[in-house]
Structure formats: C-alpha cells, structure tokens
C-alpha cells in the first residue's frame, strides 16, 4: 500500500501520494497495532474497492488511508460497546459506518 502511494500521483491533476508523516503514522498503525490494522485495511477495501481505484486503475492511497485512519479511530471509540463478537466482525460493523459516511463513495445499487 505505502509502495504503491507514488503511482496514484496525477489523478484529477492533483498530487495523492502519501506525505511522510502519513506513511510513519502508518507504519506505526501496522506495528503497534497489527491485527486491528489488517480488519481496518480487509474491510474498507472489501466495501469500497472500486471507488478506491481511478479509471486507470491506480490506487488512491491517501484515500485509503484516511478511511483506515477514521475506522480505526471510531473502532477506538466504540470497542467497550462491543460484546462476544469477534475483532473481525466489529471492525467489519465500524469500517462499513465509515464507508457510508462519506457521500463521495458510489453507493451499491439494490
């Protein structure tokens, strides 16, 4: 994911590759908190694969990025509200209120 942040970098003429400060608060994320790290990043990529790719197939990193930030952070907030369910089923619930916060995601049709 941080390997691939510099190949999105002209999608609508804007630059989106990651600044340093977000790949170090990243790698921080994966190292101190591997397991909820990897729910966050499996659930928002299973719930919004395609609206983080351009037409051209390049990932949007930073994107991706601020969703697994957010995930996390409401995972944070709300992780004493969760019974017996599993780690992989909370962040799944968190990581979809996420997803359907932001109005800019394509919303999957019924």
Partial sequence: ???SSNLDEAVNGTDK??????????????IDRGEEFYEAYSAITLYCHDDLHSEDDKLNVT??????????NL???AKDQFSLVTIHDNMRLVAQQV???HSELRKPSK
Wanted: no cysteine; aromatic share 10%.
């Fill in 1 to 3: 994911m941080i390997g």
């Fill in 17 to 30: 590759a990651l600044h340093p400060v977000d790949i170090d608060s990243l790698v921080k994320l994966a």
């Fill in 63 to 72: 994107f991706l990025t601020e969703l697994i930030f957010e995930t996390i």
């Fill in 75 to 77: 995972y944070d907030s």
């Fill in 99 to 101: 997803v359907n916060s």
